[in-house]
């Protein structure tokens, strides 16, 4: 089994947003507005965090893409009272949006506040409207549930189907999650970290990586390059 | 049988026909919750996006609520179950208003949790799913427990009284004569049975005892057991519990000040039984600010840096007002006045008490609140915001309402004074056992 996992070199990342616009447009996530937006309702599966140290002109600024870390020790799963919530076998948390309750204990348990509660039922402005995406493994989640990056899971699937019917064996590099195929800099890498030859779990090793709130203990499988 | 209680008739007085004021006070108060419930049908369909909750203020006024509502609900426990084995006689007139303060606000407790759920229609999947690794499953098993053992606890307790009500009122509608006859379940006050009845509640006084303990601890590890700052840590368990029996004690005494004062029960909840509460709620005031003070120094002098945030979001920053005007309500003021002026002064005590469970509310939001403003990753997210709206407050103000209306309901057809408890007389009871033992040493 596969352990996904993701690396983000800080240094290539020039702070674009295609990687969230991407995310967007391939997981279906709402609109919220300007109005919404201002409120802490708006609902990004990644986002890229300005991270200021120091004041002018002592400045320096860091960009850090943040997608789910799916945790190796995730704290959202932990507190999930019906199992909503999951690690799967391949280390990507995931959600069962038919059985999740509502009650946002997943949310107020993740450190890094990745999880998103669907306030209202979810809206696009008509232009958007005709351009969901058709897979109905990420149609549109319903008001008062639970939805967060999940490492574009559907396109696993799909690069599994695809390999099958072409009758060849599944390769981990048959599997881009959005953020990472649409990445301009090329920042993102994606693949198995327990792959010892995967170009990801080699810049895991690298003495520039560093993961987010490391301390805790959560383990997170998405792993940053500090900038040079 | 019944028991000799010379005050028998002081008790039953309020139990008529309800007067033209019961059902205006009725009318409110269910006007109110109706209001409420239908705020809490928009919220279902607009969506909680109505409510001022965000990320990363995820739970706010309703979770308060639910902590707040579980914390006055240790009051009857406290009264009738902890004072019951420690053998405080005095408790004895005081314990069934107390306990209907338990009974009663465990409900508006459940559904405060309901009305922050996101799909409440979903809330069986508990049941169907539940795991008991989440803190959520041990407050459903802890709450959902300490409700039904307080049923039977309430309603055991009740019966003689139910059975003398049966058999005295006897100019009451017929619908209410037979409600009394199927509630009485035949009771018929042999010695036998009282003896029973003293030996089931002793026991399941130890029950409950245990149940109230772990109850307000399991409700504060929904908090402790994440990994936000301010909130993970040991102590959270216990000051959560202590604040729930102080504030819970508070309330027997407002609700204990206004049953005597509209159902003229001077002579049965007289001030003695106030003094007593009174010493009581000095204890609970100091130990409250012992805790206080523990956890604050704990977290300032590690100088923790997500730790720091809070506090000083709380010592000087945006929650400032709110934190030191909860350490005045909750400690300051009501203490000067419980050790100086409340000594045989029921007003000086009830003006304490409501300063204390105002706030105590205001406790419990300022635990929740300020820890999910500042999360961990502060430094990037930036900090968030959180201003109740109309709806929370809706809603808020008719859970409260409704613990008025059953409190009151109740009142009007049950006595809330134990006869049977505070009767001089119980009809005598003699084991089989006891008798011969005493034959065996006189040597008859």
Same mark, same amino acid.
């Not at chain 1, 447009?25 to 109005?35: I, Q, R, S």
């Not at chain 2, 009451?172 to 049975?193: D, K, N, S, T």
């Not at chain 2, 469970?357 to 500042?374: A, D, T």
């Given at each position: ?64 893409? =943040? ?39 997943? *949310? ?32 549109? =989640? ?7 990056? *999940? ?16 009758? =060849? ?14 990445? *301009? ?32 203990? *959560? ?10 | #049988? ?73 009051? /009857?426990?406290?009264?009738? @179950?902890? %004072? ?14 107390? !306990? ?21 229609? &979903? ?72 003896? &029973? ?24 590890? #929904? ?10 840590? @040991? ?30 029960? !001077?002579?049965? %909840?007289?001030? /003695?039984?106030?003094?007593?509460? &009174? ?25 923790? $840096? ?34 100086? $002026? ?12 409501? %300063? ?89």
């Amino acid at each position: 089994m596969p352990r996904w996992g993701m690396v983000i070199d800080l240094d290539k990342c020039f702070a674009c947003q295609s990687c969230t616009a991407a995310c967007r447009m391939e997981n279906n996530t709402p609109v919220a507005g300007p109005d919404q937006t201002v409120l802490g309702r708006a609902i990004l599966w990644n986002e890229v965090l300005p991270f200021i140290e120091g004041e002018y002109p002592l400045v320096h600024a860091t960009m850090i893409p =943040r997608p789910c870390m799916h945790c190796d020790n995730p704290p959202c799963t932990a507190v999930c009272p019906v199992r909503a919530t999951y690690k799967n076998e391949e280390g990507i948390v995931v959600v069962d949006y038919q059985r999740c309750i509502g009650c946002r204990m997943c *949310t107020v348990a993740c450190p890094y506040a990745i999880r998103y509660f669907n306030w209202f039922p979810p809206e696009w402005p008509q232009s958007l409207n005709q351009h969901l995406n058709p897979d109905p493994e990420v149609a549109p =989640r319903p008001k008062g549930v639970v939805e967060k990056c *999940t490492f574009c899971i559907q396109r696993l699937h799909k690069a599994r189907e695809k390999a099958a019917a072409e009758g =060849r064996t599944f390769q981990a590099t048959d599997y881009t999650p959005a953020c990472v195929q649409t990445c *301009t800099g090329h920042a993102r890498y994606f693949g198995d970290l327990d792959d010892p030859n995967s170009l990801v779990s080699k810049l895991a090793h690298s003495p520039r990586a560093f993961r987010l709130l490391e301390e805790l203990g *959560t383990e997170p499988k998405v792993y940053y390059l500090k900038q040079g | #049988m019944h028991p000799e209680n010379k005050n028998e008739a002081i008790i039953l007085k309020p139990i008529h026909r309800p007067t033209t004021g019961d059902r205006l006070l009725w009318f409110a108060l269910g006007g109110i919750l109706l209001l409420g419930l239908s705020a809490w049908v928009r919220q279902y369909v607009l969506g909680l996006g109505v409510t001022g909750l965000n990320r990363p203020v995820y739970w706010g006024v309703y979770i308060t609520n639910f902590v707040f509502f579980i914390g006055l609900a240790h009051s /009857g426990t406290f009264i009738s @179950a902890i %004072l019951r084995i420690a053998g405080q006689g005095w408790r004895k007139p005081l314990t069934r208003a107390a !306990e209907a303060i338990t009974l009663f606000s465990l409900p508006f407790g459940v559904a405060s949790i309901l009305a922050d759920m996101g799909r409440p229609e &979903r809330v069986f999947n508990i049941i169907f799913f539940g795991r008991y690794q989440s803190p959520i499953l041990w407050d459903f098993t802890a709450v959902g427990l300490y409700f039904l053992s307080s049923i039977v606890f309430f309603y055991l307790s009740l019966l003689p009284d139910i059975a003398l009500c049966r058999d005295r009122l006897t100019n009451v509608p017929r619908w209410q004569r037979r409600m009394y006859e199927i509630l009485a379940l035949g009771w018929q006050g042999h010695p036998e049975q009282f003896h &029973r009845l003293e030996k089931v509640l002793d026991g399941m006084a130890i029950f409950m005892t245990m149940l109230v303990v772990t109850v307000h601890t399991v409700v504060s590890w #929904m908090f402790g057991m994440t990994l936000q700052p301010g909130w993970h840590t @040991a102590l959270i368990g216990p000051f959560f519990l202590l604040g729930a029996i102080l504030s819970g004690t508070a309330a027997v005494v407002i609700a204990l000040a206004i049953l005597r004062k509209v159902y003229k029960l !001077e002579q049965v %909840l007289h001030i /003695g039984l106030f003094n007593s509460i &009174r010493k009581l709620l000095i204890t609970f005031t100091l130990g409250w600010i012992y805790m206080m003070i523990a956890e604050h120094l704990t977290i300032g002098y590690g100088n923790m $840096k997500e730790e720091m945030v809070v506090l000083q979001d709380k010592f000087s920053g945006t929650y400032a007002a709110i934190f030191w005007s909860m350490a005045l309500l909750v400690f300051g003021v009501p203490v000067l006045i419980l050790i100086f $002026k409340a000594k045989n002064n029921i007003a000086w005590m009830v003006t304490a008490s409501i %300063l204390i469970n105002v706030g105590m509310w205001l406790e419990r939001y300022i635990v929740i609140i300020p820890s999910e403003v500042s999360p961990r990753l502060l430094p990037v997210m930036g900090q968030g915001i959180y201003l109740p709206t109309a709806t929370e407050w809706l809603i808020t103000a008719a859970w409260f309402s409704g613990l008025f209306l059953l409190y009151m309901t109740f009142t009007r057809f049950f006595p809330i004074i134990p006869v049977w408890e505070t009767a001089e007389h119980l009809p005598e009871f003699e084991p089989e056992g006891l008798r011969e033992a005493q034959a065996v040493q006189t040597g008859d």
